[in-house]
């Protein structure tokens, strides 16, 4: 087939975990749907306060394009915090250390996605926030 589309819902919001009583974070993956043979990408929704875990991806470059809110993220070392509200979008290149945060009172809507896929985790590093 030359095409997929993937309709609002069709992949399900699965959520992460978190420690009792801290906001959540929720993501639709959307790489199989799509049939991403060359990239992935998810949608991610981050409740009021919630924050990702820090890390870093050897060889996989991503870019965030937010949909609805405010993104704050923790990029380099040490950590710096760049703001990007709806409508923006960020691209961190390999081995950059990012952390990425909702500070706002609202949902945040971003779209995530990265290539080349990779096979491994990225390395975990402790938090920026």
Do not use: C, K
Request: net charge negative; aromatic share 6%.
């Amino acid at each position: 087939m030359g095409y997929r589309t993937v309709r609002a819902g069709d992949a399900g919001w699965i959520t992460r975990p978190h420690a009792p009583g801290e906001p959540a974070r929720h993501v639709a993956e959307l790489s199989e749907l799509a049939g991403f043979a060359h990239t992935r990408a998810n949608v991610w929704r981050y409740e009021p306060g919630a924050t990702g875990r820090r890390h870093r991806h050897p060889t996989q470059e991503e870019t965030f394009v937010v949909l609805a809110g405010t993104l704050s993220m923790y990029v380099g070392e040490p950590p710096e915090r760049v703001d990007v509200p709806a409508g923006g979008l960020i691209h961190i290149e390999p081995g950059t250390p990012l952390q990425s945060a909702n500070h706002g009172a609202d949902d945040l809507l971003v779209y995530a996605y990265g290539t080349p896929p990779e096979d491994e985790h990225a390395e975990i590093l402790d938090p920026a926030v």
